[in-house]
């Protein structure tokens, strides 16, 4: 069984440039959620995606979105970068959107400059 | 709404020795609590979790904890820790409905030899 994996491990972007980031989650998950982990704090809810389509989302503005694909993997998409938005980024894949069993993968780093 | 306080952000203790670590939810409805840790640069792994039947639950790497619903709490404790136990630990709760789990600000566990 392969556990979720994230890409790319670090990043360094710009202010005012997008980045993308990806995740391919477990096999036999059909939900991914992503998380913002800023430095000394507790992962924040992004959003959830179900069946490709948004299921939930946290306290994060428009420039904040998503895709999920039909092998089921993500991509959170960050516009218009903003030095606060430098933070590690999780994704965690579950079965039919249960957050009772979510496996999380080991992060990208980004830094914003 | 619904929060998490974990009340210590560093917690060190000697190898051998038994050790807790706290956790306050608040919320208005029935709650769902989970413990997890970060290895550093890593991602998140469940330690344990709550989710109905006995108060008292046992999670992996001799970690237990018991929900306390008068006292709101959901505590970690291990009766004798090893260095390998260095980690962050994060309590997190979603309430009944929510499609989101809220983490606390964490713990850094450190293991002294």
């Known amino acids: 069984e392969t556990g979720v994996t994230q890409s790319p491990t670090h990043l360094i972007k710009t202010r005012g440039q997008q980045v993308t980031l990806r995740c391919s989650s477990q096999s036999g998950h059909n939900t991914v959620s992503w998380y913002q982990q800023a430095l000394g704090q507790g992962p924040q809810f992004i959003f959830q995606?179900?069946?490709?389509?948004?299921?939930g989302r946290g306290n994060f503005p428009p420039r904040f979105s998503g895709l999920q694909f039909p092998n089921y993997s993500s991509e959170l998409n960050v516009n218009a970068l903003e030095l606060d938005d430098s933070a590690l980024y999780l994704c965690?894949?579950?079965?039919?959107?249960?957050?009772?069993?979510?496996?999380f993968g080991p992060g990208t780093r980004l830094t914003v400059t | 709404a619904q929060s998490v306080t974990q009340l210590d952000s560093q917690v060190p203790v000697f190898e051998e020795a038994p050790v807790e670590l706290r956790c306050n939810y608040s919320?208005?409805?029935?709650?769902?609590l989970f413990w997890y840790v970060q290895y550093p640069n890593q991602g998140l792994q469940l330690l344990l979790k709550?989710?109905?039947?006995?108060?008292l639950v046992k999670g992996i790497n001799g970690f237990e904890a018991e929900f306390n619903k008068s006292q709101t709490s959901f505590h970690l404790r291990k009766p004798s820790v090893h260095i390998s136990d260095t980690a962050e630990y994060f309590c997190?709760?979603?309430?009944?409905?929510?499609?989101?789990?809220?983490f606390g600000t964490g713990t850094r566990l450190t293991v002294i030899p």
């Open positions: 919320s208005s409805v029935s709650v769902y």
């Open positions: 965690a894949s579950s079965r039919d959107r249960t957050l009772y069993e979510q496996y």
């Open positions: 997190a709760v979603i309430s009944t409905g929510a499609n989101n789990l809220f």
């Open positions: 995606y179900y069946r490709e389509e948004e299921n």
């Open positions: 709550y989710l109905s039947g006995s108060t």
